[in-house]
């Protein structure tokens, strides 16, 4: 499996590899368009099926988890049996510029995912153009989300999360987003009882600039698909095969019937919303000098030399909206803690007692 980080080329050689095994197409010949700084951008085709679903990740540059799970996707062998079905469409990396500097906007620092109407960037308009000639019968949007989502009262952290987008200001419940939903439905039931947290439901407020929101304004069922996070999973490994494994389950669902359309719209909502409540490293009943106090980490992501560091820093003293942490160090119950807390000007903050520490992998 591809690292967390990866540079382009990287990628590129990699994924010329898969290709290699899958059906011995050249890369090269896979090239759609080009990305601001005249990256190419790739498209594979595969399945002869009457249904087609098209596939795209990575539109923020710093989401590579659900890229990765569509590689473990084309290397397995049950691949096959799924084609036969399916057209499939995938755009593996749609913001290659992003991906290289670990960026979620693009080369013009520009969100593609704000992008649906304006269409201002050359990565926004190759994907409409897609979307335009392959008339999809369904959309997956794929993304990964960052570690601070949990449940409502932050006791469980959010390690997938799905969203059947609203189509119209009314969220209206059409057919194509109610068949959105059951592809979700289909894959909480199967994979509900194997994360590390729960699966999640990300709120339906509707914005005709988001790509997915669009789309289903187009009457094409689309789902978001989001690689969360999970106690030490900093490599986001355990979520690339989950979201593997969601993408098997999803592709299977588009032909398997649902229930009363009430029964899926239920279903739907049983799934739980999400909320902003968890950081990193949550050190409570630190004593100041001001008094006890609760300290909220976040490590901040940065390349360098080809590497992802996480660089751990202080982003706030007794914030109410944190619930809880993917580490809690609670003080009155730690005692290898030698007092050597220290916080920088930039806000990094370092323990060698309590291993807060900047790392990589």
């Known amino acids: 499996m591809l690292p967390r980080y990866y540079s382009y080329s990287q ?16 890369l090269k010949d896979l090239d759609i368009g080009k990305s601001v700084l ?100 369904y959309c997956f949007n794929l993304h990964g989300q960052r570690s601070i989502y949990g449940s ?4 469980i952290p959010a390690q997938l999360s799905f969203l059947a987008p609203a189509g119209d200001e009314n969220k209206t419940l059409s057919v194509a987003r109610i068949k959105a939903m059951h592809v979700i439905n289909s894959i909480n039931t199967d994979l509900n009882h194997h994360v590390n947290g ?10 005709i600039n988001c790509v997915g929101d669009f789309m289903m304004s187009s009457s094409v069922p689309t789902v978001l698909f989001e690689a969360g996070h999970s106690g030490d999973d900093y490599s986001r490994d355990e979520v690339s095969m989950l979201v593997y494994k ?3 389950i999803a592709l299977k669902s588009v032909f398997t019937s649902h229930l009363l359309d009430v ?21 409570k009943n630190y004593k ?57 000007g930039n806000f990094e903050i370092h323990s060698e007692s309590l291993n807060i520490k900047i790392f990589t992998n």
């Not at 990628?11 to 050249?26: C, I, P, T």
């Not at 729960?198 to 407020?205: E, K, T, V």
């Not at 029964?263 to 050190?283: G, Q, R, T």
Request: hydrophobic share 40%; with cysteine; proline share 3%.
């Open 198 to 207: 729960i699966i999640g439901r990300y709120n339906d407020d509707f914005n």
């Open 152 to 155: 409502k009262n932050g006791s």
């Open 263 to 283: 029964a899926v719209v239920n279903a739907y909502k049983s799934i739980p919303e999400m909320s902003k409540a968890y950081v990193d490293i949550w050190i």
């Open 11 to 26: 990628f590129e050689n990699y994924f010329q590899k898969l290709l290699n095994a899958l059906d011995g197409s050249r």
């Open 38 to 137: 005249k990256r190419s951008i790739y498209g594979l085709k595969i399945g002869s099926g009457k249904v087609k679903v098209l596939v795209w990740s990575q539109m923020h540059g710093n989401e590579s988890s659900t890229t990765r799970a569509i590689c473990e996707l084309l290397k397995r062998s049950d691949l096959d049996r799924i084609l036969e079905n399916i057209e499939l469409y995938i755009i593996p990396i749609l913001n290659p510029d992003g991906a290289e500097k670990w960026t979620r906007v693009n080369a013009n620092n520009v969100d593609l995912n704000r992008d649906a109407v304006l269409l201002s960037q050359p990565e926004s308009i190759l994907l409409r153009k897609v979307f335009d000639q392959f008339q999809p019968h």
């Open 288 to 344: 100041s000098s001001t008094g006890l106090q609760h300290l909220s980490i976040q490590y901040h992501e940065q390349i360098k030399d080809g590497e992802l560091y996480f660089i751990p820093i202080l982003i706030g003293v007794n914030r109410e909206d944190v619930l809880n942490g993917h580490r809690v160090i609670d003080m009155s119950d730690d005692h290898s803690f030698k007092n050597d807390l220290i916080v920088e």
């Open 246 to 248: 969601a993408l098997q």
